[in-house]
């Protein structure tokens, strides 16, 4: 299955998972329950706005893409130089290009 195809429900799950953090783990970040985090994964319930925004922040990517209106991730380039930041744009833009 590809991600574009992915639910919410599943996005969580996935992204949890690619982290190897456990429900309880993200349950404790949020200050909620664990029953609370299987809940969103299950499709059960969907989390609040401000849910979907501290996830967003856990997992690092866009709360458009965890509600599947786009595609976009973010990447941390904390501690990098302006040369490290302005190689990694390019290495996007190489992709992105095909080449």
Not at 61 to 72: A, I, Q
Request: proline residues 1%.
């Amino acid at each position: 299955m590809t991600k574009e195809l992915l639910t919410m429900a599943e996005r969580i799950k996935f992204l949890r998972e690619k982290l190897e953090l456990t429900q309880a783990e993200i349950a404790r970040r949020l200050g909620i329950s664990r029953a609370g985090v299987n809940a969103w994964e299950m499709g059960l319930s969907v989390p609040s706005t401000q849910y979907v925004v501290e996830l967003a922040k856990i997992f690092g990517v866009s709360t458009d893409y965890l509600l599947g209106m786009g595609k976009t991730a973010m990447v941390s380039v904390e501690g990098l130089s302006e040369k490290q930041v302005a190689a990694v744009v390019n290495v996007i833009e190489c992709f992105r290009a095909g080449n």
